[in-house]
């Protein structure tokens, strides 16, 4: 069964700074997808970012981008430039390409953002 | 378009009353999917349906917990007999999983918190 670890419970950045969530997964899939979502206080789910397996290229959106190693089966999230609304729970996620299309979360980490 | 719709958000049951969830997909979406969160947790998948079909229930307890994905109208989770266990937050997610790029993203609705009494 696919797991998904997130090691840091809580980490915490100053406003402006940069900071990395980790992520490592396990599969023995060679096809799958794996995301970022964020849940703020109002416990809405939001999705952040999106990675295919099979692109080798880093996903960036805006201020947030991914290290995606895959021969490693890790996946973590650079936040730059960090904001007080960047403050949230952080989840990781791994969904496997066809069949089931269920979700696997990680456990969260919990971003604070110091003024 | 709308986002997906869940209500109500939030219910208190007591202890053996029965709870009902309810998640209108994202307009166009036909494929439905029910998580759980309990307290300090990530979320966990409780059952993935289409219209008129569960797909996936592997999530879902045995006993108790039961989902529909009717013809017409919401998807409904139905807990019978709750107990404290069971106070959680629900989210259902919707996608299209259609032909067009990133179909097989899971749209979340705002979540329904139960809490049993």
């Known amino acids: 069964a696919q797991t998904v670890t997130q090691s840091q419970p809580e980490m915490s950045v100053q406003e402006a700074e940069t900071v990395t969530l980790s992520c490592t997964y396990d599969?023995?899939?060679?096809?799958?997808?794996l995301f970022w979502y964020k849940q703020p206080p109002s416990r809405q789910m939001i999705l952040v970012i999106r990675?295919?397996?099979?692109?080798?290229q880093n996903a960036t959106e805006n201020r947030f981008s991914v290290n995606f190693q895959k021969a490693a089966k890790s996946f973590s999230l650079k936040i730059s430039d960090s904001q007080l609304g960047d403050a949230a729970m952080y989840f990781c996620a791994y969904k496997k390409q066809g069949g089931s299309e269920k979700l696997v979360f990680g456990k969260g980490t919990k971003l604070t953002v110091n003024p | 378009n709308a986002g997906v719709m869940q209500n109500p958000r939030h219910l208190v049951r007591r202890r053996g009353q029965e709870a009902r969830l309810r998640c209108s997909p994202m307009?166009?979406?036909?494929?439905v999917y029910w998580y759980r969160q309990l307290p300090e947790e990530g979320l966990k998948f409780m059952v993935y349906?289409?219209?008129?079909?569960?797909?996936?229930e592997s999530g879902m307890p045995k006993e108790r917990f039961s989902a529909e994905f009717p013809k017409e109208g919401p998807s409904i989770l139905r807990i019978q007999q709750v107990v404290r266990g069971d106070s959680a937050a629900y989210f259902c997610?919707?996608?299209?999983?259609?032909?067009?790029?990133?179909?097989?993203?899971?749209?979340f609705g705002p979540g329904t918190r139960l809490t049993v009494t």
């Open positions: 990675q295919e397996a099979y692109k080798q």
């Open positions: 997610a919707s996608s299209s999983l259609g032909a067009g790029p990133r179909s097989y993203e899971q749209y």
């Open positions: 349906l289409q219209k008129e079909n569960i797909i996936d």
């Open positions: 599969t023995s899939e060679s096809d799958y997808y």
């Open positions: 307009k166009g979406h036909s494929h």
